[in-house]
C-alpha cells in the first residue's frame, strides 16, 4: 500500500510544480522532470517489481490517473501562461476614441456655384463652358467693344506669352455657345475669370462668374424679369423681392442692375446692406444686336437676354464671409465651417 500512497504524494506534487510554473521555459522544466522519459513517474512505474502481484492493478491503475491527471494539469496551465504572455504585451484599450477618417467637403464656391446652376437647370438652361484662354475676339470685339471702347479699362486683363489673354469675363462663353449652335439657346455658364484688380477685402485679381445667356424669337425684358425673379426666390428665400435699375454694359441693351432684399435684415436695413434694405447680386439686359452681328445671329429674327454674377459676391452673401481672400487661403478652420 505504500506505493499507493506516494503515487498520491507524486500527484500532489505535480501538482503544486505545475502551479507554481510561473513562465512557459519553468513549466517544461516540470513537465520532463515529472513526464519525461526519465521524469519521476518512469521512475515511479519501475518499481512496479516492488508490487505484490494482487496489487499489481491497483498500483497500474494509480500510475495511469496520476499520469493523466499531470498532463491534463499541464496543458491547462500551459493555456494560462500563453494567454498570459499575449495579455502582457500593449493591450488595445476599447475606452480610448477612434481613429475617424477626416471627411471632406466642397469648398464653399463650389457649393455656391452648384446651387446657382442647380436653379437655372430646373428653369431649362443647360451647362456651357469654354476656355480660361481667351483671344481679343471672344473677349472684347464680339461683345460690342472694340479697341478704342472705355469699357477695355474697367476690363484689362493678364496677356499671356502666346499672345493670348485670361478671360476677363465668362461672357465669351455666350459668344463661343452661339458661333456653335443656332437659336434657341439656353446656357449657364460657370467659370474663371481673371482682372488685374488691387487685392483687398472684396477684390481678388481671379473670381468665379456665373452668367446666363437665353436667345429665341420674342424674347422681352418680362422673360429676363420673372427668370431672374425666380432666381432670387429659389436662391435667397422665398420672400425675397428684386429691383432692376438702369445700368450700362457693352453687351445688353438695355442694361441693368439687379438688387435684391436683404437676406440679413428682410428689407430693413442692416449694416451689410448699409441700410439700404437692398443688395446688388447681378448685371442684365438685353442682348445687344451688335452682338448677335458677330455670331452670325439675324438681330430681326431672335432676341435675347444676358445676365451674370460673381459667384464670391453671392457665396460672401449667403455665407456671411466678409473677406474674399478667406475663399483661397486654404485655412481649414474656415473652410470647415461650410
Ligand atoms: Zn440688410
Not at 77 to 100: E, F, M, R, V, Y
Not at 132 to 160: K, S, W, Y
Request: charged share 25%; aromatic share 8%.
Amino acid at each position: 500500500m505504500s506505493l499507493l500512497v506516494e503515487i498520491e504524494k507524486l500527484l500532489e506534487e505535480g501538482k503544486g510544480a505545475i502551479k507554481n510554473a510561473a513562465s512557459a521555459e519553468t513549466l517544461e522544466n516540470v513537465r520532463v522532470a515529472y513526464l519525461g522519459r526519465s521524469g519521476k513517474i518512469k521512475e515511479m512505474m519501475g518499481r512496479i517489481r516492488e508490487v505484490a502481484n494482487e496489487e499489481k492493478k491497483a498500483f497500474g491503475q494509480g500510475m495511469n490517473d496520476l499520469k493523466k491527471s499531470l498532463e491534463k494539469l499541464f496543458d491547462e496551465q500551459k493555456n494560462i501562461l500563453g494567454s498570459s504572455k499575449a495579455k502582457s504585451g500593449p493591450q488595445p484599450d476599447p475606452t480610448l476614441p477612434g481613429q475617424s477618417q477626416p471627411r471632406g467637403s466642397r469648398h464653399p464656391l463650389t457649393q455656391v456655384t452648384e446651387h446657382v446652376v442647380k436653379v437655372f437647370e430646373r428653369l431649362g438652361f443647360t451647362i456651357a463652358d469654354g476656355p480660361e484662354m481667351e483671344d481679343e475676339f471672344h473677349n472684347f470685339v464680339a461683345l460690342n467693344i472694340p479697341d478704342e471702347h472705355p469699357a477695355r479699362e474697367d476690363q484689362d486683363t493678364f496677356g499671356l506669352d502666346n499672345g493670348t489673354i485670361l478671360r476677363s469675363q465668362t461672357s465669351t462663353v455666350q459668344i463661343r455657345t452661339m458661333e456653335k449652335i443656332q437659336p434657341p439657346v439656353r446656357v449657364i455658364a460657370p467659370g474663371r475669370v481673371y482682372r488685374p484688380d488691387a487685392v483687398d477685402a472684396t477684390h481678388f485679381y481671379s473670381f468665379g462668374q456665373i452668367e446666363g445667356l437665353a436667345v429665341d424669337t420674342d424674347i422681352t425684358f418680362a422673360d429676363l424679369k420673372s427668370v431672374l425673379g425666380m432666381f432670387a426666390r429659389e436662391m435667397f428665400g422665398s420672400d425675397t423681392k428684386t429691383r432692376f435699375r438702369p445700368s450700362f454694359f457693352p453687351f445688353t441693351e438695355p442694361s441693368a442692375e439687379v438688387d435684391v432684399t436683404c437676406i440679413f435684415c428682410h428689407g430693413k436695413g442692416c449694416r451689410v446692406c448699409k441700410q439700404q434694405g437692398w443688395i446688388e447680386i447681378l448685371g442684365c439686359g438685353m442682348v445687344d444686336p451688335n452682338v448677335f452681328k458677330s455670331v452670325g445671329y439675324d438681330p430681326e429674327a431672335w432676341t435675347g437676354f444676358a445676365f451674370g454674377m460673381g459667384v464670391e459676391r453671392v457665396a460672401m452673401l449667403t455665407l456671411g464671409v466678409d473677406d474674399i481672400r478667406r475663399f483661397t487661403e486654404n485655412d481649414l478652420r474656415f473652410l470647415r465651417q461650410f
